[in-house]
T-cell receptor, first 110, second 117 residues
Framework: TQLLEQSPQFLSIQEGENLTVYCNSS?????LQWYRQEPGEGPVLLVT?????EVKKLKRLTFQFGDARKDSSLHITAAQPGDTGLYLC??????????FGTGTRLQVFP | GAVVSQHPSRVICKSGTSVKIECRSLDFQATTMFWYRQFPKQSLMLMATSNEGSKATYEQGVEKDKFLINHASLTLSTLTVTSAHPEDSSFYIC?????????????FGQGTRLTVV
């Protein structure tokens, strides 16, 4: 079974704090994506990483793909209440299928 | 990004009836569509993958006779929950990938909240 484990599962922080979310698998990904989902809506794509060691930045969000392409991290700098949501990593293993991670629920308090 | 529209956004049905959910790609041709279900406070679980013009491929544990998927055109896929029961209540989400999308990039519909009473 191809599993993507995310940690932490839940995260509650104050506005202005930094945080990192991790996504790990025992398998090698061909590509990995990060999504953010709000209640009652579909996930919205944040970034796609493909190359081992790749780092991508999206404003205050930094995404890193592990050298071995088995893990990834999402770092948020100076979190804001608007960052609140469910963060999901999703990986593909040279197939059409996109398998989602277990999810990290982030709550940022003002 | 590409637009994927899912309809209806919410549906309540009686136990034993069937419900059809539509997923449309509005500005691109979707060669592959995926159907997921999501229980409260959980991640998305892939149910099936459908390619236009061919039978859907179901994930282990998903009953193909209960969750009928049709992908008759490059812009429309439907999921029909047959003989629905309360345990089928969930959030169903489709995603679509097109011909020119890089890697496995897919775009998601807004989801359908199904409640079976």
């Amino acid at each position: 079974t191809q599993l993507l484990e995310q940690s932490p599962q839940f995260l509650s922080i104050q506005e202005g704090e930094n945080l990192t979310v991790y996504c790990n698998s025992s398998s090698v990904f061909s590509s990995l994506q990060w999504y953010r989902q709000e209640p009652g809506e579909g996930p919205v794509l944040l970034v796609t990483v493909v190359t081992g060691g790749e780092v991508k930045k999206l404003k205050r969000l930094t995404f890193q793909f592990g050298d071995a392409r088995k893990d990834s991290s999402l770092h948020i700098t100076a979190a804001q209440p608007g960052d609140t949501g469910l963060y999901l990593c999703a990986g593909a293993w040279n197939t059409d299928k996109l398998i989602f991670g277990t999810g990290t629920r982030l709550q940022v308090f003002p | 990004g590409a637009v994927v529209s899912q309809h209806p956004s919410r549906v309540i049905c009686k136990s034993g009836t069937s419900v059809k959910i539509e997923c449309r790609s509005l500005d691109f041709q979707a060669t592959t569509m995926f159907w997921y279900r999501q229980f409260p406070k959980q991640s998305l679980m892939l149910m099936a993958t459908s390619n236009e013009g061919s039978k859907a491929t179901y994930e282990q544990g998903v009953e193909k006779d209960k969750f009928l998927i049709n992908h008759a055109s490059l812009t429309l896929s439907t999921l029909t929950v047959t003989s629905a029961h309360p345990e089928d209540s969930s959030f169903y989400i489709c995603s679509a990938r097109g011909l020119r999308r890089k890697n496995t990039e897919a775009f998601f519909g807004q989801g359908t909240r199904l409640t079976v009473v």
